[in-house]
């Protein structure tokens, strides 16, 4: 036990729920971390799964969960833009108390997908739909096609995504020109 993960549950409105998927997740003998501000459980090295708290529910997530078997079908996609993780969401006690078998077959073949290697095939960049009016933007301004072309797929893909969610043609237009600084500059839409 990481006594950082012990200071994140205590300081949970979810606490003995994260403390059940804790001692479930503890049990399949994989080592815990505390990575992004979260507790995290990897098998040699690599991740897991992790426990997430939000307002309505807390959740396990599985890293590479679209490769599991869902017999169950327990599993959720988060949303609609979310590749290879998967989560298992809980409002009280005794849904993970009821759900413990589940979870640990389900961790089990998840540490199983690991050993084996198995990678999670990611949507290539180019197959993310580019907005009209930054595709205008990149047409008309070469500095700006260059510069989101030098950047990391990770950063063209959060700025494609971010780009084509509103509904109003305006806003699309406004989130594009409040980023083109950003994009010439090198620098993704988070840094």
Not at 11 to 27: A, C, D, F, H
Not at 167 to 176: E, Y
């Amino acid at each position: 036990m990481n006594s950082k993960v012990d200071a994140y549950i205590s300081k949970s409105q979810w606490e003995k729920e994260l403390e059940k998927l804790r001692t479930i997740i503890l049990g399949c003998q994989l080592t815990e971390e505390l990575k992004w501000g979260t507790p995290c459980y990897t098998f040699e090295g690599n991740n897991i799964v992790l426990i997430h708290t939000f307002k309505e529910y807390c959740a396990i997530l599985f890293f590479k969960g679209a490769l599991l078997n869902d017999p169950e079908g327990v599993l959720i996609q988060q949303s609609e833009n979310t590749q290879a993780t998967r989560q298992i969401r809980f409002t009280n006690v005794k849904e993970v108390t009821g759900i413990a078998a589940v979870l640990k077959s389900y961790i089990y073949e998840a540490i199983e997908v690991e050993r084996a290697g198995l990678k999670v095939n990611y949507k290539k960049t180019t197959e993310f739909p580019v907005a009209e009016e930054f595709q205008q933007k990149l047409d008309t301004h070469p500095a700006l096609k260059t510069a989101f072309e030098a950047l990391t797929p990770g950063r063209q893909r959060a700025y494609l995504l971010h780009f084509s969610a509103p509904k109003q043609s305006k806003t699309r237009v406004s989130r594009v020109e409040k980023c083109m600084p950003q994009i010439l500059d090198g620098k993704g839409l988070m840094d």
